[in-house]
């Protein structure tokens, strides 16, 4: 009955393939994905625990809402209206992706320990084998990553998952930009590893 439950990590191959697919329906049927801006909502519904005067009703705002924040009031206060009604479709996307990954991870066979999963050899070779340590590498890593991404105006999934696949220039120029510093600094980081 163990076999049944658990799965085996799939190989890069199925994963893009997968990926790909579950893009391509959700830009076709739903909108595109981009994720990053639900930090920004988070935030946002934190803020507005503790100060009732971040979002505001305005019926003269396009989407009922406002805020003294310029960019929650972005849009005709799009952004101010999910802070405000924070159950909307993009919200529970990523509370989705979160969950998945968890239950996912925790379906995945047992075969190799958690400490070995969560270090790779190669990290592990080069840096040590603590899991403290690469959480705080991968932390940071990803951190740049969004804020960069934040800085060019949308988030990784949406400029280069979902913007290349609407063509759009910002997504190919957004995504030669993480390659052309990625590259480098993997092989600086992993020099003379094989």
Not at 33 to 49: A, E, K, M, P, R
Not at 88 to 96: D, Q, T
Not at 101 to 114: H, M, P, T, V
Not at 151 to 172: D, K, R, V
């Amino acid at each position: 009955m163990k076999n049944f439950i658990y799965q085996s990590q799939w190989g890069w191959l199925s994963s893009g393939v997968s990926l790909g697919i579950v893009f391509l329906l959700t830009v076709a049927l739903v909108k595109p994905i981009g994720v990053s801006t639900q930090f920004v909502i988070l935030d946002g519904i934190v803020w507005n625990f503790f100060s009732d005067q971040i979002v505001a009703d305005d019926k003269n705002a396009k989407s009922g809402y406002s805020s003294p924040n310029a960019y929650l009031n972005k849009s005709g206060g799009k952004y101010a209206k999910n802070v405000a009604n924070p159950l909307n479709y993009s919200f529970i996307f990523v509370l989705a992706m979160i969950a998945g990954g968890f239950i996912a991870r925790r379906l995945q066979s047992g075969n190799e320990s958690k400490d070995k999963s969560i270090v790779p050899k190669i990290w592990g070779d080069r840096y040590g084998h603590s899991p403290s340590k690469r959480y705080l590498a991968t932390f940071v890593g990803g951190f740049l990553a969004l804020f960069g991404a934040r800085l060019a105006g949308g988030c990784t999934s949406g400029h280069m998952m979902s913007g290349m696949m609407q063509t759009s220039l910002s997504g190919y120029l957004f995504a030669l930009g993480t390659f052309a510093v990625a590259v480098p600094v993997a092989i600086l980081m992993y020099k003379g590893e094989k």
